[in-house]
T-cell receptor, first 112, second 115 residues
């Protein structure tokens, strides 16, 4: 049972490039979320989904897009990378509100 | 809107000392869940505990204990007889069952346990 799988683990982008961070879970969880972690700021919610076909914005959605075409996958797209998007990104999934989220191992992104 | 405050940015203790990490939350929802996660130096997020808003019983798990007080909107975490392996960043988080069903995190408390 793989849990939540994020790829890649590390990525360096040039300003203006686009890319997609992949997230997949094999637990048939309804709820999935993307967070970014910056020093001293905890984890901030970028986008979340409560089921296939349903997504919504979190606290810091600008510059990011998501879609949820299947229950398993929840990719995060950076449209035009900026240095301010240098961060560690975590994907997470949850079955119901009764339980906490299971997190992926993170993607460390550097935009130069 | 939800908010979680962890006022202690960094705590340093010597091994075997007890330490309490504070967490204060804000929400207008009557049903909610509180969590603690541990992030060791390796970077992964490890789930420690979940508590729902209707259960104010304190919980003990080995050297860890949690004190939930609705009257003060606090959910504090105590490590008894700390060990070097407890060195990590600890996050308190809140989840409501309406609207945004994702976690709202505090800014974290970095705990350093010195040998």
């Amino acid at each position: 049972n793989a849990g939540v799988t994020q790829t890649p683990k590390f990525q360096v982008l040039k300003t203006g490039q686009s890319m997609t961070l992949q997230c997949a879970q094999d637990m048939n969880h309804e709820y999935m979320s993307w967070y970014r972690q910056d020093p001293g700021m905890g984890l901030r919610l970028i986008h979340y989904s409560v089921g296939a076909g349903i997504t919504d914005q979190g606290e810091v959605p600008n510059g990011y897009n998501v879609s949820r075409s299947t229950t398993e996958d929840f990719p995060l797209r950076l449209l035009s990378a900026a240095p301010s998007q240098t961060s560690v990104y975590f994907c997470a999934s949850s079955g119901t509100a009764l339980y906490g989220y299971t997190f992926g191992s993170g993607t460390r992104l550097t935009v130069v | 809107a939800q908010k979680v405050t962890q006022a202690q940015t960094e705590i340093s203790v010597v091994e075997k000392e007890d330490v309490t990490l504070d967490c204060v939350y804000e929400t207008r929802d009557t049903t909610y869940y509180l969590f603690w996660y541990k992030q060791p130096p390796s970077g992964e997020l490890v789930f420690l505990i979940r508590r729902n808003s209707f259960d104010e019983q304190n919980e003990i798990s080995g050297r860890y204990s949690w004190n939930f007080q609705k009257s003060t909107s606090s959910f504090n975490f105590t490590i008894t007889a700390s060990q070097v392996v407890d060195s990590a960043v600890y996050f308190c988080a809140l989840r409501v069952t309406t609207r945004r069903r994702a976690l709202t995190f505090g800014s974290g408390t970095r705990l350093q346990v010195q040998p």
